[in-house]
């Protein structure tokens, strides 16, 4: 009966940050709904659009959004530091609204200009999304569920393209886009009522707000006192630090270290080829000669990586973000070489006997690596977006971070056809299988695991001049679970490291400790900041 009482307390106090994460990553659908439009909808245009575009014209519209994200993601730096993350989200779903239904327009308008500025604007609508969305995400999640919190986001994201391959093989283009014009409404109205990130609220001097806003996220039977002082003491910290170090700039260590292992994985997550490939998915399955019809490939392959997008964010804080990692991109090589090897063959003995002899190895191809490539390079370089930046540079890092991403996306996109052009099929799928095992050994040298820390000591870890283990003080809110009786037996379930110093792992243990009120004041196992004996 206590057991059934503490696992409905303990999701009783989960299930705000469920709601929140989930919400405030409904951003990300929408940008994969932009991603994910060009698939069904070029087919569409060539099919119903009385107006002239050159088959220029379309490749530029794909990729269009793409520049329209670089702006937004440096573009949002200023209103997310300001005006707070969840105003930051408000603001953006008003533009993604007008792109879609200036783009969905156009089949009245008929004009090309006017689907160039509606995807123009869902793109800058895009970039705005990833720094806040994340950093938003990451801010209200407890240390224990930052890495399932924030693998939501690119769940949202793979959801949002994989809905717009299913619409699209129903409705035209144009239906299509206002379809998607109405959802941000509704995303509109649900983040209005979200509370803003407590972190943020604190930082700017807003403690009730901020008390209000996390004794939501953290369950009303749940003492946030500890929490609070912690994040304060952190600013004070930064503070401190700053103006004892006014060296600290942009330039420095603690700065340039985060960031550059954020643009390196930024960049080997796009020359995977994930977005060449997602907004190309039936161009190329009928340049293999697949038999199976475009539209339902795309339907087929979209939900193969969303169940499994959705599957690894259970074991980002299992596994780890490192493990995850690699082990997908070792596994997301392997397919990508497998089709090089199609194509060439399909060059050298043309293409009846190539589909006569491995015709089915691009579908299964294609499904293998999406399975890979969602089990971790999918949604670890925005979880660690989200943990690795310090607090004074947090949402401008979040920004250049989301840019760079977003410009190798638009230059992956852009450019693919003619990729395929100049290295041919096969030797464009080589690239794409080598840049992948690249990526496993710059995470491997490169990236420390961040499972389990707090966003206040990940700052202190990239502060110090080598990524090494660091000294972890204990806190009140790293209780997991806590009990007291009339005798002052407090049984303490809380995380600790192994004695593996160079992993630091964590793993659960339980202190039953004979208290009393002396000792919460001079216990020195645990650095309490307040306690409840009450």
């Not at 327009?105 to 869902?122: A, C, N």
């Not at 959801?159 to 886009?177: C, K």
């Not at 193969?304 to 980002?316: C, E, K």
Request: glycine share 8%.
């Amino acid at each position: 009966m206590k057991m059934g009482t503490r696992m409905k307390d303990n999701f009783t106090n989960l299930f705000p940050q469920l709601v929140v994460a989930i919400w405030g990553s409904w951003g990300y659908f929408c940008m994969g709904s932009v991603r994910g439009r060009s698939s069904p909808g070029i087919p569409s245009q060539n099919r119903t659009m009385d107006f002239d575009m050159s088959p220029s014209d379309l490749q530029w519209i794909s990729s269009f959004p793409m520049l329209g994200a670089i702006l937004g993601s440096l573009f949002i730096n200023k209103p997310m530091e300001y005006y707070g993350r969840k105003k930051a989200l408000v603001g953006h779903y008003i533009v993604f609204i007008c792109g879609f239904f200036i783009s969905g327009f156009t089949h009245f308008g008929e004009h090309k200009s006017m689907l160039y500025i509606g995807r123009f604007l869902m793109g800058i609508a895009a970039g705005c999304t990833t720094p806040a969305a994340q950093i938003y995400v990451s801010e209200c999640a407890s240390p224990s569920l930052r890495g399932w919190m924030g693998s939501l986001t690119a769940s949202s994201l793979v959801l949002g393209v994989w809905s717009t391959y299913v619409i699209g093989t129903f409705v035209e283009w144009h239906v299509l886009a206002w379809i998607f014009g109405c959802l941000p409404i509704l995303f509109l109205c649900g983040t209005v009522v979200m509370p803003e990130s407590p972190v943020w609220l604190l930082s700017h001097d807003r403690e009730q707000e901020a008390r209000r806003s996390l004794q939501f996220l953290r369950g009303k039977g749940t003492n946030v006192q500890a929490e609070i002082e912690r994040i304060k003491k952190h600013l004070e910290r930064v503070a401190n630090y700053n103006s004892q170090s006014p060296q600290v700039t942009l330039t420095s260590g603690s700065v340039v270290k985060p960031l550059a292992i954020s643009l390196g994985i930024m960049l080997f997550q796009q020359t995977t080829g994930i977005n060449a490939i997602v907004f190309y998915t039936a161009s190329i399955f009928q340049a293999a000669g697949s038999s199976i019809d475009g539209k339902y490939t795309t339907i087929i392959v979209g939900a193969v990586q969303l169940i499994f997008t959705i599957a690894s964010g259970f074991l980002a804080d299992r596994c780890g973000r490192r493990m995850l990692y690699l082990v997908s991109a070792i596994s997301s090589a392997v397919p990508l070489a497998a089709l090089g090897i199609f194509f060439c063959c399909q060059r050298r003995w043309g293409d009846q006997e190539a589909i006569r002899y491995f015709g089915w190895l691009p579908f299964v191809s294609l499904i293998v690596f999406f399975i890979a490539y969602s089990g971790g390079i999918s949604n670890v370089p925005f979880i660690i977006m989200g943990e690795m930046f310090p607090l004074r540079y947090r949402t401008l890092l979040g920004g250049i971070s989301s840019s760079f991403h977003l410009f190798c996306t638009f230059v992956m996109v852009r450019f693919f056809p003619d990729m395929l052009r100049a290295m041919g099929k096969g030797g464009t799928f080589y690239f794409f299988s080598g840049c992948t095992l690249l990526s496993a050994i710059f995470v491997y040298f490169l990236l420390p695991e961040t499972k389990g820390k707090t966003l206040e000591e990940l700052e202190q870890l990239f502060r110090s001049n080598n990524i090494e283990p660091y000294k972890r003080q204990y806190y009140l809110e790293d209780t997991l679970a806590t009990e007291k009786n009339t005798n002052w037996e407090v049984v303490l379930l809380r995380r600790s490291e192994t004695k593996d110093s160079h992993r630091t792992e964590l793993q659960l243990c339980v202190n039953k400790l004979e208290v009393t009120l002396e000792f919460y004041e001079s216990s020195a196992q645990f650095n309490f900041s307040t306690i409840d004996v009450a």
